[in-house]
């Protein structure tokens, strides 16, 4: 049976290669003749995992040595909470940049902590730019932003600077090369571009961790997971096991820089499609396009029905749109080929044929 063309927003796809090896283990891993998941998490098989999905994460992205790595619960959800009581004093003020719900939501859970400033929103033409020309003040003890916002269909093309840059990647981690030097901590959900749902991948500088004088409760405590290498309590191993296969899997395809060049290639393919053919248009402005989730619509809604059923009976999965947007959105994180993009632009081109 031919796979699907998955387009889903997440949790997504992932490499074929990752699917076969990840079921392989579930029966028999390492051929020590028990599965991965009925292991301890301190048995020398599982920590060699966590050890190389934390020093492979260092690796792709070029991480200068006082940066550290940790798989944990909770989501990106959590983070926006993690965030606030790791780099947020007691009387300080954090510093949101807001490009839509995920913002939104970090924004809302760094309150519990103190006090939020919202410097930029494009909230008002319902989040289909990345706001440009704010200033952060000077008493912002972080600035946070989400570099790709995943509902939207929008991304930051130039990240803003702080000296304490704090940044939302569960999007598009691992999509295109940057300076991770820039930031003091960067978090991102495994579910959208490394693995499975079930863990969130932190990256942080660690001399600027432990500075806030809080009491942070300790799952809640970056500092306390760090000195247990990431396993304070049970890891969730699956899926740290999974995106440690992914992140093997994107050393092997030439590493970030080589990913980026599919990404890009992708991406300008479907927004040709939609740029050049009259039925569509994008739901982003094109300065603020992003390459992971690519939102856009029909000029006809009329005509829905007839699109849905040939996407679908093109073996495409995954492209209805968030309901905040409508329309339709293409998710193309790492693991899509090019194939299942020429797949969709040919469905766009016919559609117009038989439209015109
Ligand atoms: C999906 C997503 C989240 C939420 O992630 P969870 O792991 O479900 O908590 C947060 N931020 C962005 C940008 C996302 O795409």
Redesign the pocket.
């Known amino acids: 049976m031919a796979k699907k063309h998955n387009y889903s927003a997440?949790p997504c796809i992932l490499p074929d290669s990752v699917f076969k090896e990840a079921s392989e283990a579930v029966l028999n891993f390492n051929g020590i003749d028990l599965s991965i998941l009925e292991i301890s998490h301190r048995s020398k098989d599982f920590v060699a995992v966590m050890e190389e999905a934390r020093s492979l994460v260092k690796e792709l992205l070029n991480l200068p040595s006082n940066y550290e790595v940790l798989f944990l619960q909770g989501?990106?959800?959590l983070a926006f909470l993690t965030t606030a009581y790791n780099y947020l004093p007691e009387g300080g003020k954090g510093a949101y940049i807001d490009t839509g719900t995920?913002s939104s939501k970090a924004i809302k859970e760094a309150k519990h902590c103190g006090s939020v400033d919202v410097i930029a929103s494009s909230k008002e033409s319902n989040y289909n730019h990345i706001p440009t020309g704010y200033t952060v003040p000077s008493d912002a003890d972080y600035l946070h932003f989400?570099s790709?916002?995943?509902i939207f269909g929008t991304q930051f093309q130039d990240f803003p600077s702080h000296e304490n840059l704090i940044c939302?990647m569960?999007?598009d981690i691992f999509s295109r090369e940057f300076d991770a030097s820039k930031f003091t901590m960067i978090y991102a959900?495994a579910?959208?571009n490394m693995g499975p749902?079930g863990t969130?991948l932190y990256i942080f500088d660690k001399d600027k961790l432990g500075k806030t004088g809080r009491d942070i409760p300790s799952y809640l405590d970056l500092g306390v997971h760090l000195a247990k290498d990431s396993m304070f309590n049970t890891p969730p191993v699956f899926s740290v096991y999974v995106s440690m296969l992914t992140l093997r899997w994107m050393k092997e395809m030439g590493g970030i820089s080589a990913i980026q060049a599919r990404n890009d290639a992708k991406a300008e393919l479907i927004y040709k499609a939609i740029d050049e053919n009259p039925l569509f248009t994008g739901h982003a402005q094109e300065d603020s396009r992003s390459k992971m989730n690519v939102t856009f619509r029909l000029t006809d809604d009329s005509l829905a029905d007839d699109f849905n059923k040939l996407w679908q009976d093109a073996g495409i999965n995954g492209l209805k749109g968030h309901r905040s947007v409508g329309g339709y959105r293409a998710s193309m994180y790492n693991a899509l080929p090019i194939e299942s993009v020429k797949v969709l632009t040919e469905v766009m081109d016919e559609f117009a044929r038989v439209k015109a």
């Open positions: 997440g989501g990106a959800s995920w989400t790709n916002n995943t939302d569960s999007s959900g579910q959208k749902a969130v």
